[in-house]
């Protein structure tokens, strides 16, 4: 019921992750990225505590592959889940489980895993995987266009109601956590738009968090 990618930025460290599905609130339950140190989407029959503990794993050492590989060697009903990650040297790893549900297919390539389930095309999680690679600029905008990029190859076999993206850097929490939770329409066009607005703001917020003394005006009434 879902497609999604981890990934991480080569020129900043920044770490995303980008989901949607036809289920509501996918992000709530499937992204989780941790700055300095990778990200992770726990998806098909999900277990949120594989994100977590994917991240705790690669804080301790493990490369991407060797905490996924843990995950599948531990984790609880490991052939129903689908887990995607990438670590601070840009290695990536999947895991399929053997009951996930419909079509489903992974890619990777450096700094990006890419996978899904329910898809109209088994090709999806590869062309997303190309997409992201081919697109420039910010990582959030490159998450975007291999969203799009899915999509546009046919995306779930339904259509899609939700979507969200987490991007991480060198402070403790996201700096930017956006999702479309339930929509009727396009929840990667709502994403995206939602992007654009939030996107010219990202350092201000960061800014303001760590020292609002240099903080540029908040652009509300009533401040000058």
Request: proline share 5%; glycine share 10%; with cysteine.
């Amino acid at each position: 019921m879902t497609f999604s990618l981890v990934a991480r930025c080569r020129e900043t460290g920044m770490f995303g992750v980008a989901v949607a599905s036809s289920s509501p609130a996918v992000a709530a339950r499937c992204a989780y990225a941790r700055a300095g140190i990778g990200a992770v989407a726990s998806q098909n029959v999900t277990d949120p505590t594989l994100g977590a503990r994917g991240l705790d794993l690669m804080a301790a050492g493990a490369s991407a592959a060797e905490a996924v590989e843990i995950l599948r060697r531990t984790g609880a009903h490991a052939d129903y889940r689908q887990v995607l990650a990438v670590d601070a040297a840009g290695g990536s790893a999947v895991h399929s489980g053997p009951n996930a549900l419909g079509t489903w297919a992974e890619a990777r390539a450096e700094n990006v895993a890419c996978g899904g389930n329910l898809l109209a095309d088994a090709r999806v999680p590869e062309i997303m995987a190309e997409a992201f690679t081919a697109a420039s600029g910010h990582l959030g905008d490159r998450l975007l266009a291999a969203m799009r990029a899915a999509l546009d190859a046919g995306g779930e076999a339904g259509p899609i109601h939700s979507a969200g993206m987490k991007l991480v850097r060198e402070v403790a929490w996201p700096v930017a956590d956006l999702r479309v939770d339930w929509t009727e329409g396009d929840p990667i066009a709502e994403l995206a738009s939602l992007w654009s607005l939030y996107a010219p703001q990202l350092d201000a917020y960061v800014t303001r968090a760590l020292d609002p003394r240099a903080a540029p005006s908040y652009g509300v009434p009533g401040d000058e």
